[in-house]
T-cell receptor, first 114, second 117 residues
Framework: NAGVTQTPKFQVLKTGQSMTLQCAQDMNHEYMSWYRQDPGMGLRLIHY???????DQGEVPNGYNVSRSTTEDFPLRLLSAAPSQTSVYFC?????????????FGDGTRLSIL | AQKITQTQPGMFVQEKEAVTLDCTYD???????LFWYKQPSSGEMIFLIY??????QNATEGRYSLNFQKARKSANLVISASQLGDSAMYFCAMREGGDTGRRALTFGSGTRLQVQP
């Protein structure tokens, strides 16, 4: 019963490097999203998707790209990493059928940009 | 714009006592949902309880209950009979209104609860 799986769990990058954070869910959820969590703050929405081929921006989208080619996967790409992107990243998914269903979160990816 | 306010950065409670974590919200939507999540030191986000804006009764889930006061726009989490394992960060979050489209959550800044033996 995997739920939402994020890889890697930890990553250190140098400024200007690119990387992709992976997110996969096995619950056939239509809705998937990426959040970032900075110290002393709650989670903030980066991007979200309501189905394959459909994505949209959240509260803090700058510096991040997403795509959704399958229901299961929703990768987050950092094209040119900046120190301000040092954060913990969470992927979440939920069904669109029932609005009272909670979002299921992955265990997070701790990303440090030097 | 939606906003969630958690005014208690940190709380202490004695083991076996009850504790209330405050959450107020601001929205112009008539239909919305309120969630509480627990984040232990290991970092994962654990769903605790949900309250819909049209729900007439306060939500309960085991030792967790939600004191929902719609007119005051508050959704306080009550944890009864606190246990040492309840020590964690607690986040209140709100989902935008309606049954269509986004399921985006707006989070408060959290309350760190420490349960003392």
């Amino acid at each position: 019963n995997a739920g939402v799986t994020q890889t890697p769990k930890f990553q250190v990058l140098k400024t200007g490097q690119s990387m992709t954070l992976q997110c996969a869910q096995d619950m056939n959820h239509e809705y998937m999203s990426w959040y970032r969590q900075d110290p002393g703050m709650g989670l903030r929405l980066i991007h979200y998707s309501v189905g394959a081929g459909i994505t949209d921006q959240g509260e803090v989208p700058n510096g991040y790209n997403v795509s959704r080619s399958t229901t299961e996967d929703f990768p987050l790409r950092l094209l040119s990493a900046a120190p301000s992107q040092t954060s913990v990243y969470f992927c979440a998914s939920s069904s669109l059928v029932n609005s009272n269903q909670p979002q299921h979160f992955g265990d997070g990816t701790r990303l440090s940009i030097l | 714009a939606q906003k969630i306010t958690q005014t208690q950065p940190g709380m202490f409670v004695q083991e076996k006592e009850a504790v209330t974590l405050d959450c107020t919200y601001d929205t112009s939507d008539q239909s919305y949902g309120l969630f509480w999540y627990k984040q232990p030191s290991s970092g994962e986000m654990i769903f605790l309880i949900y309250q819909g804006s049209y729900d007439e009764q306060n939500a309960t889930e085991g030792r967790y209950s939600l004191n929902f006061q719609k007119a005051r726009k508050s959704a306080n989490l009550v944890i009864s009979a606190s246990q040492l394992g309840d020590s964690a960060m607690y986040f209140c979050a709100m989902r935008e209104g309606g049954d269509t489209g986004r399921r985006a959550l707006t989070f408060g800044s959290g309350t760190r609860l420490q349960v003392q033996p």
